[in-house]
């Protein structure tokens, strides 16, 4: 599945206003194969311990795949929410930014599935999430 090429400019502007917003996470890159984006590890993303909070990569993991299964569907009756996410945590992260890459898995006609890679800023894994996104129509 090709993805449609998006302006960067474009995505970002669903960040205002949202959690995007509160914790730091903007788009950076959009082609026909990925999405990436990025969020900051600091006082907004830590858990107690110092170390980036899972519930803050899997709000990136989820960011991420459902701007991509709304990108497919822009200018049709459907929509996408979120139905399914999965993550597994591999390596600790204690400052810096962390960086999603999106690709799709399946895009059906009332599913979509998405593999999530998040690395560090030394392209180190640092957490692998899927995604399932269910094709709605829109209200």
């Known amino acids: 599945m090709s993805l449609p090429k998006v302006p960067i400019e474009e995505l970002n502007k669903f960040i205002p206003n949202t959690l995007l917003e509160s914790l730091g996470i903007k788009f950076e890159e959009s082609t026909t194969e990925y999405i990436k984006a990025s969020m900051p590890v600091?006082?907004?993303t830590h858990q107690p311990m110092g170390i980036l909070h899972g519930g803050a990569s899997v709000a990136l993991a989820e960011t991420i795949g459902s701007v991509a299964s709304n990108v497919i569907l822009h200018g049709t009756d459907k929509a996408a929410v979120g139905?399914?996410?999965?993550?597994n945590h591999?390596?600790?992260v204690r400052e810096g930014n962390?960086?999603?890459?999106?690709?799709?898995?399946?895009?059906?006609?009332t599913t979509h599935v998405w593999a999530i890679e998040i690395a560090n800023e030394t392209d180190e894994l640092v957490c692998v999430c899927r995604l399932t996104m269910m094709v709605i129509n829109k209200k």
Do not use: W
Not at 83 to 87: E, G, R, V
Not at 98 to 109: E, L, N
């Open 42 to 44: 600091d006082k907004r």
């Open 83 to 87: 139905l399914d996410i999965n993550a």
């Open 90 to 92: 591999i390596k600790a």
């Open 98 to 109: 962390v960086y999603a890459t999106a690709k799709p898995i399946h895009v059906g006609k």
